[in-house]
């Protein structure tokens, strides 16, 4: 190996400091999270403390190994040696903040921090699994795997696949390099096992290999942090402390008293209503789960069906495990509660954020992504997709999702490519042997069989709504909302009111028929084509005129104009609602808002819903978004849908039970009693459902061990050949016209997310199909995105002045006048 020194970094760290570096920081994890070993141990049988100290040990030997790395970092130590020498610094004690202003400095210039390395063209970890190969030819896989993935180069794909085989090969004269037999064993034997072994054992496999491969990581990281940064610059692994105010004495709700009760099975549907204390149910659920003699888990991930909902829950656990004050690293507020979905960041920290790298927002962040925090909330979406293995972030995600007790609220909520997904997932965390807690207002007792749970679904009531007499009305079909001017005049009347539209083009003309007659009501709207930062001011806004506070104040006011976005993420309530009609569990979600805050009441409350028959303006039915294609029409021409079999159910017996009796009385009772009809059958999935579930079973077979070539969208909802939702292909429509150039694929989305709107492509392709005359609104242009010179174009849309309106959101998509507007 040489007689020059072995360097680790190019700050002149040696490699013998790195690597007890690196085992010191992941000792102390083991050490924090003692579980993670003893259940690696319960399900392989093996010794995750000595596979990782292994890897640990040896995971950067190949700096030492080849020469031509050895070399290329003396060159560059040599390089920050000078620089201090010319600025009267010391060479022989490795400074942190002076290597750190040496590399700030040929940022500004526009030059590489280590130009040697840069083009050494050789991977260390390369290098190390050489040297494993040579000297410790008995090294366990499980290793092996982690210190090739330890820098995300052990996957799929022809730019990866490239690297291995030319590495080393440089000025040698060969075509394949020394490296190129590693790879090909790596990729043989994820073959081999992918073809071989029943999924059970697959999923058991990766588990194996991902738990040695993302504490590696994490050690590596952190470690190298530190170096970097210090203690001042760490961001700790906090453990699961459990909700506040949780003792002998306390007068638990009846869920709360039941997801206590029933912890000790491995998998519980608990149907309780909306508002009911679930939230704080679910956290007594899992620190049974974990703070125990005997423990089955060590954090807790809760499962939301959209953004939205994963905010609002968010903030409602904080309130039961806040964070810990001067719990960080210099004395700062620590958050125990994390959270995961793609607008995560903007929504945690606005424009106030921190997204430079290293920072600690974007430790943070990372750390919620990969489930590591004591109580992560994401979105289903997130979890679905870890198991597909199509980024290296899957692995580190896998491996904290299979420590975790999961809890999935509103399972209801989804489309049947989702519960088919959710199925699998269910599937996977039997294998792993995860407890998981299924929670929702109007889950249908077919459910049972859908999620393979043995136990009668665990219902409970809810104190107090005996008092609050919910009636529903039928006010027949509707085609505009003069159809209904009789019932808007009670919440004109009244001054507050909450309205569901089922389509965004629906509520907007609710909006332009109420805004020259609410006086000086607030008038709100709120569905899906606002920016994020619209969306959260929004959400605040509703919550100062018709939340818990505001009832409670006296002063609730107001009158609000949703679409689905609004079902459950927002918490609100009003004694008048009127919504389209949609399938009972969906229905239910939205009563859930009517007369929310009433349960305590000492005396009887009244409240109204008041249903219609959504049609368009020829007459005919319209149900959207709840239509399928009607395979028995001529689709010569276009394409004909027709209601689902659930919404046009739940329509016909809103008429029969109105027909009875003018003012129907709903109850939690029977709301899941009419649930219960609507899928007594239960859920049967389509062929595309099917198809798309066996794709998704092959994308966790196929990448147990390399990361899958399969690119995902930034959602992280789709692949190539698979998706979470069955949804529309959605693109983001940026508000104004957008700079030309990006230094970086961050600063492009973080304006993307500050500045864009989710939007179909069909609407968007509608749009621009428009003659000049009459449009389009939206425009393509090209930006610029990376450093000068490596920079590569993309095509972005984006809305012209006019087109979007902070109060109604992207309504020129649904015909309305948006040269007339300038409201920006």
């Not at 031509?68 to 022989?92: Q, S």
Request: hydrophobic share 35%; aromatic share 10%; net charge neutral.
């Amino acid at each position: 190996m040489g007689t020059m020194p072995k360097y680790g970094k190019p700050s002149g760290l040696t490699l013998r400091q790195h690597t007890d570096n690196v085992k010191q920081q992941g000792a102390m994890l083991r050490k924090q999270f003692p579980f993670w070993t003893n259940k690696y141990k319960q399900l392989t049988g093996e010794d995750l403390d000595d596979f990782c100290t292994t890897a640990e040990e040896y995971h950067d030997y190949g700096k030492g190994f080849s020469d031509r790395w050895r070399e290329a970092c003396a060159k560059d130590v040599a390089l920050y040696h000078t620089w201090l020498r010319r600025h009267g610094f010391a060479t022989e004690q490795v400074d942190r903040e002076l290597h750190h202003r040496y590399e700030e400095e040929l940022r500004r210039a526009g030059k590489a921090t280590a130009p040697n390395l840069f083009c050494a063209g050789v991977r260390h970890e390369f290098s190390s699994l050489d040297f494993l190969a040579q000297h410790r030819p008995k090294t366990p896989g499980p290793v092996v795997a982690a210190i090739a993935a330890h820098h995300g180069k052990l996957a799929k794909g022809e730019y990866v696949e490239k690297r291995w085989r030319m590495d080393g090969t440089d000025g040698s004269g060969l075509e394949v390099g020394p490296y190129y037999k590693f790879y090909k064993q790596f990729r043989g034997s994820s073959n081999k096992a992918a073809e071989r072994e029943s999924f059970d054992k697959l999923v058991l496999r990766r588990y194996r290999y991902a738990a040695v491969r993302s504490l590696l990581q994490l050690a590596d990281t952190r470690a190298s942090r530190w170096e970097g940064m210090g203690d001042e610059g760490m961001v700790p692994l906090i453990p699961f402390t459990g909700p506040k105010g949780f003792g002998v004495d306390v007068n638990l709700r009846p869920v709360q008293d039941a997801a206590v009760k029933f912890a000790e099975a491995q998998r519980t549907i608990l149907r309780a209503p909306t508002g009911s204390g679930k939230t704080y149910a679910c956290l007594l659920w899992a620190e049974r789960q974990i703070l125990t003699q005997t423990p089955r888990a060590d954090r807790l991930v809760i499962a939301m069906p959209t953004r939205f909902t994963s905010n609002a829950l968010r903030e409602a656990v904080r309130e039961q495990i806040p964070d810990l004050i001067g719990g960080g690293t210099e004395g700062e507020d620590e958050p125990q509660v994390g959270l995961y979905h793609s607008s995560a960041f903007f929504n945690l920290y606005g424009d106030n954020g921190d997204d430079s790298w290293g920072s600690k927002e974007v430790e943070r962040q990372k750390l919620a992504r990969y489930l590591a925090t004591p109580v992560t909330v994401c979105t289903i979406d997130h979890l679905l997709a870890c198991l597909t293995g199509t980024r290296e972030q899957h692995f580190s995600t896998f491996f904290f999702l299979a420590n975790s007790c999961v809890v999935f609220d509103e399972t209801d909520f989804y489309d049947e490519f989702v519960q088919a997904n959710i199925q699998t997932l269910l599937d996977v965390l039997d294998i792993l042997k995860v407890p998981t807690l299924i929670m929702s207002a109007t889950v249908p007792n077919s459910a049972r069989s859908l999620y393979r749970v043995k136990d009668l679904i665990r219902e409970t009531a809810q104190p107090g709504s005996e008092n609050v007499r919910k009636k529903m009305r039928y006010l027949g079909t509707s085609a505009k909302p003069e159809d209904t001017a009789e019932f808007l005049k009670e919440m004109l009347t009244a001054g507050q009111g909450i309205i569901y539209a089922n389509t965004v083009a629906r509520a907007l003309s609710y909006y332009e028929f109420l805004e020259p007659l609410v006086g000086e009501t607030p008038l709100t709207i709120y569905h899906s084509r606002f920016t994020e930062p619209d969306k959260k001011r929004i959400e605040e806004e509703l919550e100062a005129n018709l939340g818990k506070k505001a009832h409670a104040d006296g002063r609730a006011s107001g009158i609000v104009i949703m679409t689905q976005i609004g079902e459950m993420s927002i918490n609100i309530s009003s004694k008048l609602m009127l919504t389209d009609c949609c399938p009972w569990d969906r229905l239910a979600q939205r009563i859930g808002r009517l007369a929310r805050f009433s349960v305590d009441n000492a005396s009887e409350v009244n409240a109204t819903v008041a249903v219609v028959e959504p049609i368009d303006d020829k007459g005919e039915a319209y149900a959207w978004p709840y239509v399928e294609v009607d395979t028995k029409s001529d689709t010569s021409k276009r394409t004909v849908y027709r209601p689902i079999a659930a919404y046009a159910k739940t329509l016909a017996e809103i008429k029969v039970l109105i027909e009875k009796a003018d003012d129907y009385r709903l109850t939690p009772e029977n709301l899941v009693e009419h649930t219960n009809r609507l899928y007594q059958n239960g859920m049967k999935f389509s062929e595309a459902t099917i198809e798309n579930q066996l794709y998704y079973r092959e994308l966790i077979k196929d990448n147990w061990l390399l990361v899958g070539a399969a690119g995902n969208n930034d959602e992280d909802t789709k692949t190539n050949t698979w998706q979470s939702r069955n949804i529309s292909d959605q693109l983001t429509v940026l508000i104004q016209a957008p700079e030309s150039r990006f230094t970086n694929y961050n600063e492009f989305q973080k304006y993307a997310l500050a500045h864009g709107v989710s939007c179909p492509v069909y609407k968007i392709r509608s749009e621009l199909r428009k003659k000049d005359g009459e449009g389009p609104s939206i425009k393509l242009t090209t930006v610029l995105v990376g450093a000068k010179g490596r920079e590569k174009s993309a095509e972005v849309y984006y809305a012209c002045e006019g087109a979007y309106d902070k109060k109604m959101g992207l309504l020129s998509l649904y015909g309305y006048d948006w040269k007339a507007n300038h409201l920006l």
